[in-house]
């Protein structure tokens, strides 16, 4: 069965394209300069068009440096989509369901479209190192695919729309909550009041958080008992850790921003999340939840 995609996961799988393997002889060069080499290769199957997502196995690796790796747990790794010549989607559109090949794009060609902070700390420019990608393809979930599930996302969010306000309300009165919302529905229920220094635009925070959905489900969790507890756990995430940020600097749910704007550290809070504060009609998201939080770090 094809895995069910979300946002998130395509934004994880981008941000982590700065990455995989070694780099090995009898690489082939494409006309726009992506190096590949082919370990097998089925043309009678499937092959990969512009827009569809790959499904299976990838290590990624940054000259010598293993950042990424699933094998053994194969999942949505990759939407073929064109960037620059030379890039990764150079490779993934020569591929069929059943292929293994691993695609070299130049770190200095990708390193033009990041600032110099966004690259890892390894990257050494006009060195000529190179980003390998070690991809074993099981299965192609076409474009036309995507787009009918983010058309039954939408549709499935235009419906719970209209029960939202009474689920939030049954929450509310079945936790004898008591505070008053914001204007814009959030409820912000302060369960242990810090006393370090206040969250606010340009400070850098860390917070460890658990989301579940107003069921109790639980979507999402920085600590690793928590994830184990609600059945997510997932050993690539290692380690599990706070979330670290400087406040105004990383686009997060505008229920999160504002439920923690100005709360001191050491605060515990639950947010209960309505869903336009949250991933709404976006398509990446989740009906109305809850999250609980702690502010646990604080620096200028």
């Not at 799988?13 to 700065?18: D, F, K, P």
């Not at 092959?47 to 790796?69: A, N, P, R, Y």
């Not at 770190?107 to 000529?128: E, R």
Request: charged share 20%.
């Amino acid at each position: 069965m094809k895995k069910r995609l979300t946002l998130a996961t395509l934004i994880v799988a981008g941000v982590v394209l700065l990455a995989s393997c070694n780099g090995g002889d009898k690489f082939k060069t494409t006309p726009g300069g992506l190096q590949y080499k082919f370990e097998k290769m089925d043309k009678s199957a499937q092959q990969v068009q512009e827009g569809d997502v790959l499904v299976g196995e990838m290590t990624m690796t940054f000259d010598t440096i293993k950042v990424f790796s699933n094998v053994g747990h194969a999942d949505r790794i990759l939407r073929a989509t064109r960037t620059f010549d030379g890039d990764l989607f150079e490779g993934l559109v020569m591929m069929h369901i059943g292929d293994k090949a691993t695609f070299a794009v130049n770190a200095d060609t990708l390193a033009k479209f990041f600032q110099l902070n966004q690259m890892p700390p390894y990257y050494k420019p006009g060195t000529g190192q190179k980003i390998y990608y070690e991809i074993n393809l099981q299965d192609i979930v076409t474009n036309e695919e995507i787009m009918q599930e983010q058309s039954n996302f939408m549709q499935e969010m235009q419906e719970r729309q209209q029960t939202e306000p009474d689920e939030i309300a049954k929450y509310i009165a079945d936790n004898n909550i008591k505070v008053k919302p914001t204007a814009d529905g959030l409820y912000i229920i302060v369960k242990k009041k810090g006393t370090g220094a206040k969250v606010a635009i340009g400070k850098e925070v860390a917070i460890n958080y658990t989301g579940r959905l107003l069921d109790g489900t639980m979507f999402d969790s920085s600590v690793e008992g928590d994830a184990r507890q609600g059945g997510i756990y997932n050993p690539r995430r290692e380690p599990y850790e706070p979330l670290k940020y400087v406040v105004g600097q990383m686009g997060l749910i505008r229920g999160w921003e504002e439920g923690i704007m100005g709360q001191p550290a050491g605060t515990i809070l639950q947010l209960v999340i309505p869903s336009a504060m949250a991933y709404g009609s976006e398509g990446a998201g989740h009906p109305p939840s809850h999250h609980s939080c702690s502010t646990s770090k604080l620096s200028a």
